[in-house]
T-cell receptor
Framework: GIQVEQSPPDLILQEGANSTLRCNFSDSVNNLQWFHQNPWGQLINLFYIPSGTKQNGRLSATTVATERYSLLYISSSQTTDSGVYFC???????????FGDGTTLTVKP | GAVVSQHPSWVICKSGTSVKIECRSLDFQATTMFWYRQFPKQSLMLMATSNEGSKATYEQGVEKDKFLINHASLTLSTLTVTSAHPEDSSFYICSGLQTGFRQYFGPGTRLTVT
């Protein structure tokens, strides 16, 4: 199956700082999503980004499919950004997802 | 974005009893739903994939007789944990696959077996 590696595993920031989270994968994929799991366990869709760049407010993501990685940028971080960030990939659009181990982000006030 | 609900959000049951968890896609039809379990500080582990009107496909190592999955309609899938034991205590999360192939997650069900 696809191998997914996320880095760093843990990240601690002061409020207002910027960060970059990385997701490397071992095979070509048709579908890649980024999720934020909040402290209550809810997974929230951030981006559907099999390729290219997207922005949504303070967050943006870039996937370079040919080089098999995706990046999630968080700018001007806030305490509410704390939680675990997962990338999830699928080889085919209707297939099952493979999740990375996640990056745990802690934003301190 | 699309909304998936789960019920109950948490449940405590005695060892040996069965527990049913419901997963509903509220504003879209989910031909495919996925069931995951998550242990503390770990990633999501896929248990099974269910397609409406057909039998679920279980991942290796997941007991299909213990974790019964029914996907009776395009908006409802259920997971029944039969004869639950303390080691089944976990966070169970369902997900619906929306047309356009984006995955949306329910809020999860925290199961504690005493």
């Amino acid at each position: 199956g696809i191998q997914v590696e996320q880095s760093p595993p843990d990240l601690i920031l002061q409020e207002g700082a910027n960060s970059t989270l990385r997701c490397n994968f071992s095979d070509s994929v048709n579908n890649l999503q980024w999720f934020h799991q909040n402290p209550w366990g809810q997974l929230i869709n951030l981006f559907y980004i099999p390729s290219g760049t997207k922005q949504n407010g303070r967050l943006s993501a870039t996937t370079v499919a040919t080089e098999r990685y995706s990046l999630l940028y968080i700018s001007s971080s806030q305490t509410t950004d704390s939680g675990v960030y997962f990338c999830a990939l699928r080889r085919t659009n209707a297939g099952k997802s493979t999740f990375g181990d996640g990056t745990t982000l802690t934003v301190k006030p | 974005g699309a909304v998936v609900s789960q019920h109950p959000s948490w449940v405590i049951c005695k060892s040996g009893t069965s527990v049913k968890i419901e997963c509903r896609s509220l504003d879209f039809q989910a031909t495919t739903m996925f069931w995951y379990r998550q242990f503390p500080k770990q990633s999501l582990m896929l248990m099974a994939t269910s397609n409406e009107g057909s039998k679920a496909t279980y991942e290796q190592g997941v007991e299909k007789d213990k974790f019964l999955i029914n996907h009776a309609s395009l908006t409802l899938s259920t997971l029944t944990v039969t004869s639950a034991h303390p080691e089944d205590s976990s966070f169970y999360i369902c997900s619906g696959l929306q047309t356009g192939f984006r995955q949306y997650f329910g809020p999860g069900t925290r199961l504690t077996v005493t």
